[in-house]
């Protein structure tokens, strides 16, 4: 059965798009740890992240960095942490997280947002591409 991510890369469930290639797509988390906090994951659907083949790894991690930059442009923060943990979706995934103190690395820490709020977040990061 299809990931709740696969399910988003094909449209099937909105989410706040940042960016997206041929075999990467980068979305707001919507339940962040703080303003910012983005998910890149790569289309093919594989549940942990160490199982990724090199290749695939590689480019999720040059992804990754490309959207990290703009997210630090973006959003005023000490520095863009990234965390993987994948405990809630069986697709892999890298967490990046604008962070100004510890607690915003904590994923007991969250933030509420409403739409609007993350649609102009999403557009900001997306200007600094
Ligand atoms: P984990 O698998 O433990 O790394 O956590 C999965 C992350 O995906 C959590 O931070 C969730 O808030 C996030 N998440 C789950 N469903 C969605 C969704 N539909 N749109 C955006 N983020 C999501």
Redesign the pocket.
Known sequence: MAT?FTK?ISGE?P?YKIAETEDFYA?????PNAEGHT?CIPKKEVNKIFDLDEATYIGLMKFSHRIAIALEKAIPCKRIGMTV?????PHA?V?LIPLQTMEDALFSNKQKLEPEEFEAIANKITSFL
């Open positions: 709740i988003i469930i989410s979305f707001l988390d919507i339940n998910l943990i994948g405990l809630e979706v995934h967490h």
